[in-house]
């Protein structure tokens, strides 16, 4: 015995053969751990030592599923499958002890074994919907054969981990062990079986569960009811939903073929690579070339925070949130309540839904005070600011922090398209200020852009990397430019959905294109949802836009009942004639003929700006690299990830169509368009973004 190849060991204690596998970090079910655990198997069912089978992985966690970087090159034998149909097979006992995460295959792999244990931390899932896929490997044959079809279809299609205690109660997990003792438990428990002459539990001969739900369709007419709005645009959620009513339906090994053919399909199709390339794009984006992952940190334990606005009180609470107190500062005692009182609710609301224990609203409610003056913050580890956006309020703001703040500290803008470099220029601490731009509501989205000023320090960085983790959210890291990355590229978009306007196309014929491509709302829904009226004031209004014209007729978007569009009480939005007047003058005015704009041209001009503005942002490398562009518009507006971005898209789309397409509407983009070079480039050398690592 011993080891069985490089990733391999087998070894036999007291008539209990261990099979461990060691493939870091997360013993994905690669070609080799593959091969390994099949002739690992075979010797332990030829040695007549052996009784019972034990499958345990080292390090931190059990198969957390395939190996994702082998999916499009040439499968190898033996596949993952037949690795299943091997185990489950097998003529003695097999356990799989569960530590970690069982993942995808890895779940799969543990539903071929006759028995499963696992510690208390154990997860269990099948992600595959979140790669675009469905389980490959038997999973979604077998696991309703386990845990019941409708607990399958949840488990399938949101990809949800469920822990070890729940498993345990669906039937997916024999026995729960200690935590620490995985080894000798599974070696335990496998005795048992033998001792006991438990049978071979074969999960694909379970069969009661599945022929209960059949002749029921309504469960699968219900539940795509239920998530049709969720599921809106993806594929995959369909696919394993039909998985799950051919395990219904069909005898096992019908299942498994159906199994094979959707999984194939999915694999095969241009959803899934996209939402493959999004898995590998949220883990490239911390790495950043010249601040290596052991750069020094600096320790927050406590932040202040100037404004308890909208912006300022979202913020706080993702601070709140993992247990860092936070100081909040306002200028008028009002206003500093009613922003700790905005966020009381929101917490009371979350834990009304059941999502937060309720003692834990006071706990998070005590970590938070306020204050009217700036010197409390005086001992803080990290400032953000989130006040007015405007230049000289911030550089104000700025230059007080400077005099009041410990040295050592870092000093940080929510601004979300000013120079911070100019706002660090109020500073005597250029390298300790930096730009952590939060998108709004900030306690719920995932994006934070990581401004990077000119003379930020590297510690500096690593830090606010490291923390946008700890609050769970995505960072990007980009460079200083107008609106960074998000809000540069959404300008380039709103460009042309205000032209366009001009040119004969209403909102609601702008905003349907979009939708239907999978963004949550169109420009003009999406301005009436933020607020017409942002940056704008009576007395500065001069009628000479839709948008102004709107506001001064107080149609400031959906909290004023109208705005592009009109509401009614719950919010729904329908066609406004009102805004299609506003509209039509502003173009006889201009001695515009209106003219019919095709979905096409309205998708096309309003993403291929975006796509040549990111090719910008690249040559001027305000973004490290085209996938965190990607990353700041799925996480940052709602870009569909099946889509994988602008970025990605555009690769898709071939980068000379895009070029084509930008020449061929040319004068229609405005008189400043013009095309990146960098864009022009690739296009030229037939290349992708994705060619440009
Ligand atoms: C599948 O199983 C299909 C089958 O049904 C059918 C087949 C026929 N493969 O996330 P982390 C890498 S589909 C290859 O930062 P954490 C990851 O890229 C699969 N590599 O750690 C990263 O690399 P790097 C279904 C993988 O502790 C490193 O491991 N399974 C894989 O925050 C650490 O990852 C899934 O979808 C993989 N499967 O989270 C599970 N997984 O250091 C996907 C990870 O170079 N994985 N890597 O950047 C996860 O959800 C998380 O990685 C996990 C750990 C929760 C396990």
């Not at 169109?522 to 607020?531: R, V």
Request: charged share 25%; glycine share 10%.
């Amino acid at each position: 015995m011993g080891a069985i190849n490089a990733v391999t060991d087998l070894s036999v204690e007291d008539g209990i053969a261990i099979i461990t596998i060691n493939n870091p970090p997360v013993n994905a079910l690669g070609h080799a751990v593959r091969e390994g655990i099949v002739q690992a198997m075979h010797k332990a069912n030829a040695d007549a030592a052996v009784q019972a089978v034990v499958l345990i992985c080292e390090g931190r966690t059990f198969h957390a599923g395939a190996d994702i970087t082998e999916f499009g090159k040439p499968p190898k034998s033996p596949w993952l499958p037949e690795v299943v149909t091997e185990i489950e097979n097998m003529s003695k006992p097999t356990v799989a002890a569960i530590h970690g995460t069982a993942l995808g295959g890895g779940l799969e792999v543990a539903l071929g074994c006759h028995y499963r244990v696992a510690v208390p931390s154990a997860k269990c899932g099948l992600p595959e919907v979140h790669l675009g896929l469905l389980p490959g490997a038997g999973g979604t044959q077998r696991l309703p054969r386990v845990v019941g079809p409708e607990q399958a279809l949840a488990m399938v299609t949101s990809g949800a981990h469920i822990d070890a205690k729940t498993a345990n109660a669906a039937g997916l997990i024999d026995e729960i062990v200690p935590e620490g003792s995985l080894r000798a438990s599974a070696i335990a428990f496998a005795k048992k079986v033998v001792a006991e002459k438990r049978p071979l539990k074969k999960v694909r001969d379970m069969n009661d569960k599945v022929e209960a739900a059949r002749g029921k369709p309504e469960i699968f007419a219900d539940f795509r009811k239920a998530n049709a709005r969720k599921f809106r645009g993806f594929l995959a959620p369909e696919y394993n939903i039909r998985t799950i009513e051919a395990a219904v339906n069909l005898p096992f090994d019908e299942g498994m073929k159906v199994e094979r053919t959707l999984f194939q399909e999915l694999m095969g199709g241009i959803q899934s690579a996209a939402q493959r390339y999004v898995f590998f794009a949220e883990r490239e984006v911390w790495k950043i070339p010249d601040v290596p992952a052991d750069t020094p940190t600096l320790p927050i334990a406590k932040v202040g925070i100037i404004g308890a606005g909208t912006m300022g009180g979202g913020i706080a609470m993702n601070f709140a949130n993992v247990g860092i107190p936070v100081t909040i500062v306002e200028t008028k005692q009002e206003a500093l309540e009613r922003g700790l009182g905005v966020i009381r609710k929101n917490y009371e609301t979350t834990a009304k839904r059941g999502k937060l224990k309720p003692e834990d609203v006071e706990k998070r409610m005590g970590l938070l005070s306020g204050t009217l003056e700036l010197e409390k913050l005086a001992d803080c580890d990290l400032v953000i600011e989130a006040v007015f956006e405007n230049m000289d309020v911030k550089k104000d703001v700025f230059g007080k922090l400077d005099k009041i703040v410990k040295q050592g500290a870092i000093l940080a803008s929510n601004t979300s398209y000013l120079n911070v470099d100019e706002i660090a220029s109020a500073t005597k601490r250029p390298e300790w200020v930096i730009g952590l731009h939060f998108f709004s509501p900030a306690n719920v989205m995932r994006l934070l852009e990581v401004v990077r000023g000119e003379k930020t320090s590297k510690q500096v960085v690593a830090t606010a990397m490291q923390l946008a983790k700890k609050i769970g959210k995505i960072g990007v890291l980009v460079g200083v430019c107008h609106g960074f990355v998000g809000n540069r590229m959404l300008a380039a978009r709103q460009a042309q959905a205000q032209a366009m306007l001009l040119e004969g196309a209403m909102p609601w014929d702008v905003d349907k294109p979009l939708y239907d491509f999978g963004m949550p709302m169109g420009p003009f829904a999406m301005g009436d949802l933020a607020g017409l009226d942002i940056g704008w004031s009576k007395e500065a209004s001069k009628s000479s836009t839709v948008r102004e014209v709107l506001c001064e007729m107080d149609r400031r978007g959906q909290k004023t009942g109208a705005g592009f569009y009109d509401y009614d009480e719950q919010r729904n939005a329908k066609p406004s004639p009102v805004t299609e007047k506003v509209i039509k003058d502003f173009a006889a005015k201009a001695g515009v003929t209106p003219r019919q704009i095709s979905e096409q041209e309205i998708l096309e001009r309003c993403i291929y700006p975006m796509i040549n503005e990111g090719a910008k942002i690249l040559e001027e490398k305000i973004a490290i690299r085209p996938s965190d562009i990607d990353i700041v518009w799925i996480n940052g507006y709602g870009w569909p990830v099946y889509r994988g971005g602008p970025m990605f898209y555009a690769d898709t789309v071939g980068l000379a169509n895009v070029v084509a397409k930008l020449k061929e509407y040319g004068p229609k983009l405005g008189a400043d368009f013009k095309i990146s070079p960098l864009l022009e480039k690739l296009a030229a050398e037939g290349k992708k973004f994705q060619d440009l690592k």
